[in-house]
């Protein structure tokens, strides 16, 4: 499996891959030093980070557990977060629904740089396909990585903010979507959807906007496609 | 134990929220207009969450220093930059910033 996905996996790819890993390594430690200064022992975030596998409603739920918020609230505060994972599998989804082991590994896998790598390939489902298992297997292993080193070592790490590690993130994700913002339709529906989103941050839980971003999708509702669009 | 508990249920539930999206999909035929807005759906929220994230940090203004760092990787990216040089330059605007004292 890896060694065909090596051979399909091309220059351009693998680096792309390696700068979001170094991202991720970053984000790792981060979340295993704060489980661990919050007296979360190593083995649990380890247990979390490989079977939630989904970074921000980690540090939710743990910083809500271990503030006395409780399970009830620690938990739903997780999951919504995690709901928008339901477009990015509708989205996506095609690429790993082929065989069961593939459906079953490839839906935990799913996650928002999958969603945003396995997009930006377009109409090519092979590249689709080969970026989509690349980036997951490869942030698996370095989420994991990193949440041992955080957990055991964090306290020895400098501050990933004065770095200004904390934009690499999010500029991956936005360069990610950049070539599907291209289309004017989606980049109109996208604008919308985030001026709702932030604008709705102020008074919903986290999670929640980025979900009602979606509603920005009526200007592409509204508006029949015009031929040539999507390619231009 | 609360915790394990919290992990367990995390880790359920955030696996059936991951395979409803493709058994949503499987449901309701689509049409390629659809596709098209479904597709553009998992962009929208993406981008969404791009700048929520970058405009607030804990539910306040995050400062100017990180949307100006996403903004310079945001403008490169669409210059076709590779991604390195878009996190690079990204993570090192918002450094720079912070070392100037801009928070």
Same mark, same amino acid.
């Given at each position: 499996? %890896? ?8 220059? /351009? ?19 295993? =030093? ?18 939630? *596998?989904?970074?921000?409603?980690? *540090? =939710? ?9 409780? %399970?009830?609230?620690?938990? /739903? ?13 509708? /989205? ?17 896998? +799913? ?14 489902? &092979? &590249?689709?396909?080969?970026? *989509? ?27 990933? =903010? ?10 991956? +994700? ?6 599907? +913002? &291209? ?28 979900? +009602? /971003? ?8 509204? &508006? ?9 | ?58 539910? #306040?203004? #995050? ?17 076709? #930059?590779?991604?390195? $040089?878009? $996190? ?16």
């Amino acid at each position: 499996m %890896l060694t065909s996905l090596l051979r399909h996996a091309d220059r /351009a790819l693998l680096r792309d891959v390696a700068a979001l890993a170094a991202g991720i390594f970053v984000a790792a430690i981060s979340f295993g =030093a704060i489980a661990s200064a919050q007296g979360v022992p190593w083995w649990q975030s380890s247990a979390m980070s490989i079977l939630v *596998f989904a970074g921000a409603s980690q *540090f =939710a739920t743990v910083g809500i557990m271990t503030t006395g918020g409780g %399970l009830v609230a620690g938990v /739903a505060a997780g999951l919504i977060l995690n709901l928008r994972h339901v477009p990015y599998g509708m /989205a996506v989804g095609e690429v790993y629904w082929t065989s069961l082991r593939s459906k079953l590994v490839g839906s935990h896998l +799913l996650i928002d740089q999958t969603t945003a790598f396995a997009l930006a390939a377009g109409d090519d489902r &092979r &590249r689709a396909k080969t970026a *989509f298992w690349t980036v997951g297997i490869t942030l698996f292993l370095v989420w994991n990585t990193g949440t041992v080193v955080g957990a055991l070592a964090g306290q020895f790490i400098a501050d990933p =903010a004065t770095l200004g590690l904390d934009a690499a993130l999010p500029a991956i +994700l936005l360069a990610l979507v950049v070539p599907a +913002l &291209r289309d004017k339709s989606t980049l109109a529906a996208g604008v919308v959807g985030s001026a709702i989103a932030l604008g709705t941050s102020f008074f919903l839980p986290a999670g929640v906007p980025v979900l +009602l /971003a979606l509603l920005g999708l009526v200007v592409m509702w509204r &508006r029949p496609t015009e031929r040539g669009e999507a390619t231009a | 134990m609360m915790m394990l508990a919290a992990i367990i249920a995390l880790a359920v539930g955030t696996y059936l929220i991951r395979i409803s999206g493709p058994l949503l999909h499987r449901r309701i035929t689509l049409s390629e207009r659809t596709e098209k807005i479904v597709k553009a759906g998992a962009t929208v929220v993406l981008l969404a969450l791009t700048v929520v994230s970058t405009v607030l940090v804990d539910g #306040a203004w #995050a400062g100017w220093a990180l949307p100006a760092g996403v903004l310079v990787g945001g403008v490169l990216a669409w210059r076709r #930059a590779p991604l390195a $040089v878009v $996190v690079i330059a990204a993570a090192a605007t918002t450094a720079l910033l912070r070392l100037a004292g801009v928070a």
